[in-house]
C-alpha cells in the first residue's frame, strides 16, 4: 500500500518561507516521479511542480517559477517544496502525488496515488 503523507504546510505572512516535505512509503520511489498540487477553493487541482525520480528533471508552473524549489531525498523517500517569496495567491491546500508515467505529467488525473493535503495560508 502507498502511502504519501504531506507536513509543513500553515500561517505565514505575504513574502515569506515554508517548506512542505511529503514522506513516501509502499514503492520504490528511485522509479518514479512525484509532484506538488495544489487546490485553491472553488478551484481545479493544479499542478505546482514536479520531478522525476531518478534523473531527477524538474517542471515548475509559471506563477511559482524562481520561487518555488522542488527536491528529493531517495535515501529518506522523502520530496520537499521549498516555497519563497509567498504570495496571498498562493493560499490553498498542498498534495503531494505520484505517478507511473514518464516525465512529469501536469494534469492530476494521471497521478495515482495521493497524499491528504496540507493548507497554506498566506496572509497580506
Known amino acids: 500500500q502507498v502511502q504519501l503523507v504531506e507536513s509543513g504546510g500553515g500561517l505565514v505572512q505575504a513574502g515569506g518561507s515554508l517548506r512542505l516535505s511529503c514522506a513516501a512509503s509502499?514503492?520504490?520511489?528511485?522509479?518514479?516521479?512525484m509532484a506538488w498540487f495544489l487546490q485553491a477553493p472553488g478551484k481545479e487541482r493544479e499542478i505546482v511542480a514536479g520531478?522525476?525520480?531518478?534523473?531527477?528533471?524538474?517542471f515548475y508552473a509559471d506563477s511559482v517559477k524562481g520561487r518555488f524549489t522542488i527536491s528529493r531525498d531517495n535515501v529518506k523517500n522523502t520530496l520537499y517544496l521549498q516555497m519563497n517569496s509567498l504570495k496571498p495567491e498562493d493560499t490553498a491546500i498542498y498534495y503531494c502525488?505520484?505517478?507511473?508515467?514518464?516525465?512529469?505529467?501536469?494534469?492530476?488525473?494521471?497521478?495515482?496515488?495521493w497524499g491528504q493535503g496540507t493548507q497554506v495560508i498566506v496572509s497580506t
Open positions: 502525488a505520484t505517478t507511473l508515467a514518464f516525465g512529469v505529467p501536469t494534469l492530476s488525473r494521471a497521478y495515482d496515488y
Open positions: 520531478i522525476t525520480w531518478s534523473e531527477g528533471n524538474t
Open positions: 509502499g514503492r520504490t520511489f528511485s522509479r518514479y516521479t
